[in-house]
């Protein structure tokens, strides 16, 4: 009986010790801290995504106390969300134009030339180490979906030609997909940026058309018919200069539909030809490529 | 009862740690004379072809070159120079498959049908008279690189650097790669120039001694070896290895000769010793010998989907598609095409690729060799651990590689790796490690570059 209450008493005299302890720590130790981050860190999205050039949402949470940058720069939160912030702590909400990811290659399946199988492990990096994957296109797309698997926001989707589709609506332009992609085809564009350049390829003339069908061969018409200076070739492929062209004219004349005048998601319409044999191929690969994934998942 | 007694307690033949025994599969050529591969119409030069940096092309399209006549000049302290294989025009200047997948920028020269392809070169010193500096320099513009496979500069090999010494050089004629066999017969064939250019390598590097080392597979090899040392007394020793994958590699090379292991991210160098590929030694012989830049080297061209399996010597520059044409391809039959060895080699989607200095084979398989199975779970059965010749964990290390655990890959050592392939070779459940291995080693250096 005595040894309980021996116990007892000195389990209650080092909670005692520690309380004081913790009460004094708590007096003199404590670090001051703006009481409002941990709100705006609450009204985040919390998706730690990078798109607004902070390691993430808690290190942004603390730019915009420090008034550094602006809620506006969050591409995740939607404008009301962004509005609740801008007026949480009073300042203006600094709206940014949307951007988006967009891929520069339209050479999916049965529009490229496929020179062999690819068999092994099933990722774009992987592939790209043995001869550059099965497609005669160094720069191409390689179509085993690195970029799906990398997107947090479930923003890309691979299409029937195993090209991946930039769900502009659902895409933050947090960079993840540029960063993944091996042979460097995304970029970020601002969406009102409507001419895009579906070729990565500096080949010109008939060495590029001979390996893709929708593969740019630098034959220089955009350049042509677009405003003064406004697409310039460089290095076998039509760079655009100006990003706020409001006429799509520079498409007109291109012979492969490389340059593509996008309004919302890239190969929205695939009208370029209709899917031939390849077609169910592609279409086999790419439920193959889910299977996959969910038994990965599984 | 003595000679049982004997025979118990002879040791073993020397070899390295862990490694696989592959079938070999090298009858089918191993006995084949060299013979020459006729002269194509075009010739293709990537001019990346070794490592370091590329070589600038020193020819305009439209230009006459003869054979070995330089085409590129070396881009760097490691790079060598380029030299036409042969007589013929430049054709143009532009970018043409390579065997690494990639489209890379190449001097192409339409040969002249004309023209004699005698071998006349300009003469060159006596390397065993001349100053050090002048040979390595005259090594450098022959265009000499490792022709075991990686294609090192030669003369950046035969430079010790200033502060180090040399007191081994050792030449590596195991060929443990399965269906090669351009070293075997380069041994056997030329075993007066093996030792000769192993003479002017251990001159150059101030050894005091050299091994070559040579798996007892090549029986004939030895002793063709042992006959031409045998003439002069020179301090070179040939040693019989056991046959084992892959003891080829230098490293492996090092631990069955000195029972020594090169520190993880050294070299061979910092245990005083150089390696170079048998075939190097012979082609720097023939190189002071008559002045014939590298512009051809053996290949050997086999797989059950060649009907006349050949060692050829290849000009630099050839068509893969060519050579197997003059081997009997076996056109629809053919499922996969290798360049290099089985183990390392590449697997090739365009056979328009030429034949580079590295290129020690051209393997075309059907598709009764090219066994695709399905990748199975791991089982941790543990034989991966027991092939790596460099100890390493390859099953964690896949794993590591597809959850992208950057800092753990490099915990446990994936930049040691060197991709012989032993690990996928040995996998029962056809896990593709070595690929994983690779991809593991670009994810590192992604995050290296994004530092």
Redesign the interface.
């Known amino acids: 009986m005595i040894g309980i209450a021996t116990a007892a008493a000195i389990m209650t005299g080092m909670a005692l010790l520690f309380a004081i302890l913790l009460a004094i720590a708590y007096r003199f130790l404590r670090v001051e801290e703006d009481p409002r981050l941990e709100i705006v860190e609450g009204m985040l999205p919390g998706t730690n995504c990078g798109a607004c050039g902070n390691p993430g949402c808690h290190a942004f949470a603390e730019a915009l106390l420090r008034q550094t940058a602006a809620p506006g720069k969050c591409t995740v939160s939607s404008p009301t969300q962004v509005d609740a912030i801008a007026r949480f702590l009073g300042v203006d909400a600094g709206v940014e134009e949307k951007r988006v990811a967009r891929l520069h290659c339209g050479g999916g399946y049965g529009l490229a030339l496929r020179q062999a199988e690819y068999q092994g492990y099933s990722s774009c990096r992987a592939a790209v180490l043995v001869s550059g994957g099965g497609g005669a296109c160094g720069w191409g797309c390689l179509g085993l979906a690195d970029c799906e698997r990398a997107c947090t926001f479930d923003a890309i989707k691979l299409n029937d030609r195993l090209l991946p589709v930039v769900d502009v609506d659902k895409c933050t332009a947090c960079g993840d997909c540029v960063e993944v992609c091996p042979v460097d085809l995304f970029t970020i564009e601002p969406l009102s940026k409507r001419l895009i350049v579906q070729c990565n390829s500096p080949l010109k003339g008939e060495a590029a058309r001979k390996v893709c069908s929708v593969a740019c061969d630098a034959c220089g018409r955009c350049a042509a018919d677009a405003p003064d200076g406004a697409i310039e070739i460089v290095n076998g492929l039509p760079v655009v200069k100006v990003p706020s062209l409001t006429s799509e004219r520079a498409t007109f004349r291109c012979p492969t539909c490389a340059i593509q005048w996008v309004q919302g998601n890239q190969f929205a319409d695939d009208t370029v030809a209709p899917l031939y044999e390849g077609g169910s191929i592609a279409s086999a690969i790419l439920s193959a490529h889910r299977e996959d994934e969910r038994a990965s998942r599984g | 009862m003595t000679g049982l007694l004997q025979a118990i307690r002879k040791s073993p033949q020397p070899t390295f740690h862990h490694g696989v025994h592959p079938e070999e599969n090298k009858g089918r050529t191993n006995r084949l004379p060299v013979a020459r591969m006729p002269f194509v119409g075009e010739y293709v030069l990537p001019l990346s072809q070794h490592l370091g940096a590329p070589s600038p092309p020193i020819v305009v399209p439209g230009q006459r070159v003869e054979r070995g006549e330089a085409v590129a000049r070396p881009g760097g302290f490691v790079s060598v120079s380029l030299h036409s294989p042969v007589t013929g025009t430049v054709k143009a200047i532009e970018?043409r498959p390579h065997?690494?997948?990639?489209?890379m920028p190449a001097v192409v020269v339409q040969a002249d049908p004309f023209a004699s392809q005698r071998d006349q070169f300009p003469a060159v010193p006596d390397p065993l008279l001349s100053a050090r500096e002048t040979v390595l320099q005259h090594i450098q513009s022959s265009g000499m690189v490792g022709l075991g496979g990686a294609a090192f500069p030669s003369h950046v090999k035969a430079k010790v650097p200033d502060g180090k010494r040399v007191q081994f050089a050792v030449l590596n004629g195991c060929e443990c790669e399965p269906y090669l066999t351009c070293d075997h017969r380069v041994m056997v064939e030329n075993p007066g120039d093996v030792i000769r250019g192993f003479q002017i390598l251990l001159s150059l590097v101030g050894a005091e001694r050299g091994y070559i080392g040579v798996e007892l597979n090549k029986a004939d090899a030895i002793a063709a070896l042992r006959a031409a040392v045998g003439r002069a007394p020179l301090p070179i020793e040939i040693l019989g290895l056991e046959v084992k994958y892959p003891q080829g590699a230098e490293k492996m090379l090092l631990d069955a000769i000195f029972h020594r292991e090169v520190p993880s991210g050294k070299l061979p160098l910092d245990l005083e010793i150089v390696v170079n590929n048998v075939g190097t030694a012979a082609a720097i012989a023939q190189y002071f010998d008559t002045g014939k830049p590298l512009i051809e080297r053996v290949v050997t061209v086999t797989g059950d989907a060649v009907s006349r399996p050949a060692n050829l010597l290849v000009p630099i520059g050839t068509p893969v598609s060519a050579v197997l044409e003059h081997c009997g391809l076996r056109q629809g039959e053919a499922r996969q095409v290798i360049v290099g060895g089985p183990m390392m080699g590449?697997?090739?989607?365009?056979l328009d690729v030429p034949v580079l200095k590295g290129t020690s084979g051209i393997l075309a398989f059907t598709s009764e060799t090219v066994r695709?199975q399905a990748?199975m779970p791991c089982i941790r059965c543990g034989r991966c651990l027991d092939a790596c010749p460099v100890f390493l964990n390859p099953s964690r290390l896949a794993m590591l590689v597809r959850t992208e655990s950057v800092d753990e890959l490099e915990r446990y050592h994936l930049l040691d790796c060197f991709e012989c392939a032993s690990c996928s070779f040995v996998c029962p459940s056809s896990i593709?490690l070595v690929?994983?291995m690779?991809?593991g080693k670009?994810?590192i250096r992604?995050k290296k570059s994004?530092k």
């Open positions: 970018l065997p690494n997948g990639k489209l590449l697997a090739q989607k365009d695709v990748e593709p690929q994983l690779r991809v670009g994810l992604q994004s």
